[in-house]
């Protein structure tokens, strides 16, 4: 028998606290036979534990005891998953306010964003905050599961209206694919198995959508020529160096022409290997060893880059998302992480803030915490970037508080294109 081809799909479940991400999630995995007897057997404890009675399928992904005790995700859980014809990584992403750091973190490296939200409450304040956010981070598909249609006794004329709401908003994010999928999580109805209480319905199922959802959207974003930072230099025996580091943008290839940035020095490709053994190309996510022609003092944080070459800068116009309890002002100085380099930063100017109701930039000269807002940074060090939207990458970083060493802040290369 001729076996399918599996791909990879990473997916983040986002959306406001309570709407039903985790339940949700669990349903999937249990409906799809993904947990191990003993999981199932943990789970059920945990369930009598807290006298919550039958099955609680949060607890599947729910696994911190703040979490379960709180009855909320705090942390990112990922879990794993495979059907027939593909795999999943699913990042189940906290709805809380106060972890909406948390869930820019699971979101950064999705192909797809699945939100679920509550049918009665519809797209409150957090989930299109968890959307916006997506949509910053280059996610352009989202599966949408309207969750708890079971309360609202399978109404279609509540679940139209929140279908509204949602197709209003996706196209001013400019998601490209949005699928809206009636759900009951806790029942199980449409998440794996299509549900008689949707008479008026003829959709997909959530695995439905999921499994004819395009993978390896984050590599294989539209980019421009291929990028490795590098993260080690390597002392080869008989004399000479390699440069080791992931790939990122396109492809390498031996004989490649390429570009050492931020000197400029223009030289090729003589040698790739990875795990030891020589190769005759690198493909984006591959961590590779490079030798170069030139005799070079590249180091830690330098690029390796082929044409069209990214920018040399120390300023940066950037979208932020600021998860620092006091506010980011003008002058503020941090330290800055772009791909392997880490450089002290000030900021020059906040050129506002995005209005998460209206999708436009309010005057502002600070950003408070979860706000989204536009800066322009100043670094110490030469950076090589590219703009966040041609390489997720190269085009990202994140702010760190020189102080306590907490990350405060992700940020992006460029203003978003719904801007």
């Known amino acids: 028998m001729e076996i399918a081809t599996k791909d990879l799909l990473r997916l983040a479940t986002i959306g406001s606290v309570d709407d039903g991400k985790s ?7 249990v409906d799809t036979r993904q947990l191990f007897d003993d999981q199932l057997d943990a789970v059920t404890a945990a369930s009598e534990k807290r006298g919550v009675g039958d099955l609680d399928l949060s607890f599947v992904t729910d696994g911190l005891r703040a979490e379960r005790e709180q009855g909320i995700t705090i942390d990112v859980a990922y879990r794993y998953a495979t ?5 999943f990584i ?11 750091a948390n869930m820019a973190t699971g979101a950064s490296t999705a192909d797809l964003a699945l939100a679920v939200l509550d049918v009665a409450s519809g797209l409150k304040e957090q989930t299109r905050r968890h959307l916006c ?11 949408v599961a309207v969750n708890k249609m079971d309360a609202v006794e399978w109404s279609q004329l509540a679940f139209e209206r929140v279908v509204d ?9 400019d998601f490209t694919s949005v699928s809206i999928i009636p759900v009951s999580a806790l029942l199980g109805d449409n998440v794996v198995e ?5 008479p008026w319905y003829d959709g997909p199922t959530v695995l439905d959508a999921l499994e004819a959802s395009e993978a390896g959207a984050w590599e294989h974003a539209a980019t421009q020529g291929a990028r490795l930072p590098i993260q080690w230099v390597l002392r080869q025996p008989g004399g000479g160096r390699t440069y080791a580091g992931m790939v990122n943008g396109d492809t390498l290839h031996l004989g490649d022409r390429v570009t050492l940035l931020p000197s400029n020095v223009e030289t090729t490709i003589t040698s790739l290997s990875f795990g030891g053994d020589e190769i005759e190309s690198a493909t ?3 961590a590779a060893d490079v030798g170069l022609g030139a005799e070079t003092n590249a180091g830690r944080g330098d690029l390796i880059a082929t044409a069209p070459l990214p920018r040399v800068t120390n300023e ?3 979208t932020i998302c600021w998860f620092g309890e006091k506010p980011l002002v003008i002058g503020q100085r941090l330290r800055l992480k772009h791909t392997s380099k880490v450089t002290p930063v000030r900021v020059k100017i906040i050129n506002g803030v995005i209005d998460i109701e209206k999708l436009d930039i309010d005057e502002s000269t600070s950003l408070n915490t979860n706000d989204i807002g536009l800066a322009t940074l100043q670094t110490a060090d030469l950076l090589v970037v590219d703009d966040y939207r041609a390489n997720r990458v190269t085009g990202s970083f994140v702010l760190i508080d020189e102080v306590t060493n907490a990350t405060v802040a992700a940020g992006m290369v460029g203003h978003a294109s719904f801007l």
Request: aromatic share 4%; glycine share 8%.
């Open 23 to 29: 339940t949700l999630i669990g349903r999937l995995l």
């Open 83 to 87: 059907t027939p014809t593909r795999k």
């Open 90 to 100: 699913i990042a189940d992403c906290p709805g809380h306010v106060q972890y909406t």
């Open 133 to 143: 956010i997506a949509a910053l981070l280059g996610v352009r598909s989202i599966v």
């Open 284 to 286: 984006v996510g591959l």
């Open 316 to 318: 940066l116009k950037t």
């Open 165 to 173: 709401e949602i197709e209003t908003l996706s196209r001013e994010l």
């Open 194 to 198: 299509a549900s008689t209480h949707f």
